[in-house]
């Protein structure tokens, strides 16, 4: 069985958490670690006993020939990473979001597969231990027809929680029920409809976005209908965060770490209704729980293993990754028109700078990157005190 050579080009936190999942995996060889930051290769380096160590793209390329690179860097970064990748020609896995824009991701799809290389988008969620558990319990019909679909947050400002967390819903909503068909949104700043004065480029890098609370239904295929909640709450709760499966005889409750599953599609709280089941998670068959690999970091590599191997797409393709972003432009450009979206979009500009410049306004000034700082300013925006968030 063949080995897969692996380059890390971003050694921060989501590099890490790739390193560690990739250097645990049996098929897989780290080739190249590499970050701008000479420390921070060096310590992920000395973690993993890893001698292999670039501060340049370019000799990460030419020194570890890899078959696949994992770009875990900012957002903002992703597509010109992994045009400078395709150009030498390797497997991409990137983080998620794919990319900013429909357009930016329209071309490293057309690339990759110019060139025939796969993308794979790291929505490591759609694989993890309690998705395969909801997916296993799904396939022996334990809720029957899947119904609907409720997608929550974590409390984070509506349209930079869309891009940040709605992302890994969404893949998880398609991996469940097939592609989107149309959104209809709901955008409120301050309480008020968005406004093309509203709209901002998002903390973190992660492109051009809108609305403290978005509110969206989202339209499968087979009747089924999907909520996606992104709201700004007072605090931060990563708690809150997950998703419910409905079905015509039962309900699952997906979180990132754990599943439940409830036999019964109404909760009632009357003792006989309302009796959660935990689901039994379902692990990738080489990992090894007593390593530093998370487990569904771990399964997401096994699964681009898997797909390498056997020549198709990963579950989280770039295609699929593609898709999550016009969903997420879907979510943008309703809350902004106040109309449905029909998907795919065949206008691929950013729906947001397209408006604002239908109003005859530029690009938003820019922001601070940082989360924190980011809300503050956007709050002496709205002429409102210091935001009192907690991350
Ligand atoms: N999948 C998940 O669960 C999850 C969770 C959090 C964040 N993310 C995503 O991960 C990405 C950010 O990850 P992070 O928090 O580790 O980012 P980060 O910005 O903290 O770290 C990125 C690293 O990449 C390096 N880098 C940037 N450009 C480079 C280049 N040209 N060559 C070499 N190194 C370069 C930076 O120096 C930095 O060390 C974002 O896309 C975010 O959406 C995913």
């Known amino acids: 069985m063949r080995t897969y050579r692996v380059a890390i080009l971003g050694c921060r936190s989501r590099g890490t958490a790739a390193a560690r999942a990739y250097h645990a995996h049996p098929r897989c060889q ?88 796969r993308i794979a988008v790291h929505h490591q969620g759609r694989c993890s231990p309690s998705m395969r558990a909801a997916q296993r319990a799904i396939r022996e019909g334990r809720i029957g027809a899947i119904r609907y679909l409720t997608g ?113 599609p109404h909760y009632v709280p009357d003792g006989v209704h309302d009796h959660w089941e935990a689901l039994s998670p379902v692990y990738a068959d080489t990992f090894d729980p007593s390593g530093r690999a998370d487990a569904s970091d771990y399964a997401y590599v096994d699964e681009f293993v898997r797909a390498l191997d056997e020549d198709h797409e990963h579950e989280c393709s770039g295609g699929e990754g593609l898709h999550v972003m016009e969903t997420l432009m879907g979510v943008l450009e309703s809350a902004a028109y106040g109309r449905r979206v029909m998907l795919p979009q065949t206008d691929r500009r950013h729906p947001l700078l397209h408006w604002r410049e239908v109003h005859g306004m530029d690009a938003p000034a820019s922001m601070p990157r940082d989360y924190r700082e980011w809300l503050e300013a956007e709050d002496r925006r709205l002429g409102r005190p210091p935001a009192q968030e907690t991350a």
């Open 30 to 117: 780290i080739v190249g670690l590499c970050d701008l930051v000479r420390e921070r290769v060096d310590t992920l380096g000395d973690e993993l006993g890893i001698p292999d160590r670039f501060t340049d793209l370019d000799e990460l390329m030419r020194g570890g020939a890899p078959d696949i690179v994992a770009i875990p860097t900012a957002t903002e970064f992703h597509h010109e990473l992994c045009m400078r990748v395709l150009a030498y020609g390797a497997h991409i896995d990137v983080e998620k979001p794919m990319c900013s824009t429909l357009e930016q991701a329209d071309e490293v799809l057309a690339e990759a597969n110019r060139k025939g290389f």
């Open 152 to 264: 929550t947050c974590k409390g984070y400002y509506g349209g930079y929680g869309l891009m940040n967390i709605g992302t890994h819903i969404v893949n998880n909503m398609i991996g469940l029920v097939g592609h989107c068909r149309s959104v209809t949104a709901l955008g409120l700043t301050a309480g008020d409809p968005v406004t093309p004065a509203d709209v901002i480029p998002s903390a973190g890098g992660m492109g051009t976005v809108c609305g403290e609370r978005l509110t969206a239904l989202l339209a499968f295929g087979d009747n089924i209908t999907g909520t996606l909640v992104q709201h700004r709450y007072a605090r931060v709760d990563n708690t809150a965060y997950g998703l419910e499966i409905y079905g015509e005889e039962g309900r699952i409750f997906w979180k990132s770490t754990a599943g439940w599953l409830l036999p019964t």
